[in-house]
């Protein structure tokens, strides 16, 4: 009993890492198809969409667990909205965009009116 436990644990990990494969294979591919750059002015718009669908796939998530019928179902619905929210995490990193920017005169460059350590 144990052991089949542990296989199917091993199985939800498996179609987690296999979705989150695709989903972010798949992201990649759009963002190369659509030549998204970083610099472009319409790059900050890609951080409402991404966020949107991250709250959608974890309001699937609950949507999906809700079902104790059919926990088994439910459970791996969750693992591939699991993978699907691993690849899409990746979204902004692959798309270049990589933070805010910081002020062009930190404590390296003399400029003590932004101080690192107050953030």
């Given at each position: 009993?144990?052991?089949?436990?542990?296989?199917w644990r091993?199985g939800?990990?498996?179609?987690?890492?296999?979705?989150?494969?695709?989903?972010t294979?798949?992201?990649h591919?759009?963002?190369?198809a659509?030549?998204?750059?970083?610099?472009?002015?319409?790059?900050?718009?890609l951080?409402?969409?991404w966020?949107?669908?991250?709250i959608?796939?974890?309001?699937?998530?609950?949507l999906a667990?809700?079902?104790?019928?059919r926990?088994l179902?439910?459970?791996?619905r969750?693992?591939?909205?699991?993978g699907?929210?691993v690849?899409?995490?990746?979204?902004?990193?692959?798309?270049g965009?990589?933070?805010?920017r910081?002020?062009?005169?930190?404590?390296?460059?003399g400029?003590m009116?932004f101080?690192?350590?107050?953030?």
């Amino acid at each position: 009993m144990i052991a089949g436990r542990l296989a199917w644990r091993g199985g939800e990990l498996g179609l987690v890492l296999a979705t989150a494969a695709i989903v972010t294979l798949a992201v990649h591919g759009l963002l190369v198809a659509m030549r998204f750059r970083a610099g472009d002015l319409v790059s900050p718009g890609l951080g409402p969409v991404w966020a949107a669908a991250m709250i959608a796939i974890g309001a699937a998530a609950v949507l999906a667990d809700r079902d104790r019928r059919r926990a088994l179902r439910g459970r791996l619905r969750v693992a591939v909205l699991a993978g699907a929210a691993v690849g899409l995490a990746m979204a902004p990193l692959m798309a270049g965009l990589l933070g805010t920017r910081q002020p062009p005169f930190t404590i390296l460059a003399g400029d003590m009116a932004f101080r690192t350590e107050s953030v």
